[in-house]
């Protein structure tokens, strides 16, 4: 089939690849426009757009509800547009173009996780599995009828961008399979259930705060699911920020203090304590404000901080 591809970061780029790679022909990549990044604000492109560009295939960055979009769409003659994580609401006059209309790749087995943030929710949620749905788009948020899925193990270590990274691999075989099915005429598409429906929003700041309140599972859970994007972090004493990396295991033989009350921070030579609600938990890597990211004992010699101080007093009950 003749495809449009619609995609941004990076996440999107295996499944671009693998339909490059297929025997389908990807006619035009849309994506977003290039946007001002880094202390300079300088423009860069897209991932999306770089892959393209050495793919040497055109790339579109009209915005949807642009005038003569859908004019542009119907002279690219295509049978179907594949989307990953593209970033735009589509309206419905662009939907009904391509014969098959936009065939959506999201990160999670619909109608569970619907929204923007579907593996870091299902993390933040300790869900143990979840996976990739392929589904028509509609003018619902993630509600259209499901063509396929795929499952996939969330570890018991997993970050958000651990987990994205193996289903954005795993997730793009299942778009091209779908792809391949269509063409075919060998799929029709089955309507998502009305139970098991959850809402994955597009993570904030404030969801990215840790409570050292909350049982140490659940603080586990936000680090992971906040890691690489939007960050966790956590207040030192004034309330100056502190970037929170994912949680360390001790090695075997070190004394772990517990009678540390829920944000209160010890520490030796190798480790970086911190009290939750229900037990002590050890630091990873933490990014204080200015600087590059580092051991949390690194970090506390170099702050020279005093034992016993309360992390995040600021934030509790936020």
């Given amino acids: 089939m003749r495809l449009l591809f619609a995609g941004t970061p990076a996440v999107a780029v295996p499944a671009l690849r693998a339909l490059v790679e297929s025997e389908h022909e990807v006619v035009a990549v849309l994506t977003r426009a290039d946007a001002r990044k880094g202390r300079g604000r300088q423009l860069f492109p897209s991932d999306v757009k770089q892959a393209a560009l050495e793919f040497g295939i055109p790339v579109i960055t009209d915005r949807p509800r642009s005038e003569g979009f859908v004019e542009q769409l119907e002279a690219l003659d295509v049978e179907c547009a594949a989307v990953v994580a593209y970033g735009e609401i589509l309206p419905v006059d662009v939907l009904d173009v391509p014969t098959h209309g936009w065939i959506n790749l999201h990160f999670s087995v619909l109608p569970a996780w619907r929204g923007a943030a579907p593996v870091q929710r299902a993390i933040m949620a300790g869900d143990e599995v979840t996976g990739a749905s392929t589904f028509r788009i509609e003018q619902g948020l993630d509600t259209g009828p499901v063509y396929g899925m795929m499952t996939e193990t969330i570890r018991r270590t997993d970050t958000s961008g651990d987990l994205l990274g193996r289903l954005s691999e795993s997730g793009a075989h299942l778009l091209v399979g779908t792809m391949d099915a269509l063409a075919q005429g060998a799929i029709n598409p089955v309507p998502q259930g009305v139970e098991g429906i959850s809402l994955a929003p597009k993570l904030t700041s404030v969801d990215a705060c840790v409570q050292w309140r909350h049982p140490k599972h659940i603080v586990d859970r936000v680090i992971r699911g906040c890691t690489p994007e939007p960050g ?87």
């Fill in 232 to 318: 966790a972090w956590t207040t030192l004493p004034g309330g100056t920020r502190l970037g929170v990396g994912p949680l360390s295991n001790v090695a075997r033989g070190v004394e772990v203090p517990e009678d540390l009350t829920p944000g209160e921070l010890r520490f030796t030579k190798k480790n970086v304590f911190v009290g939750t609600g229900s037990g002590t938990v050890t630091l990873g890597n933490v990014t204080p404000v200015g600087k590059k990211t580092m051991n949390a004992a690194d970090w506390v010699r170099g702050a020279r901080l005093e034992q016993g101080i309360i992390l995040g007093t600021e934030n509790e009950g936020k």
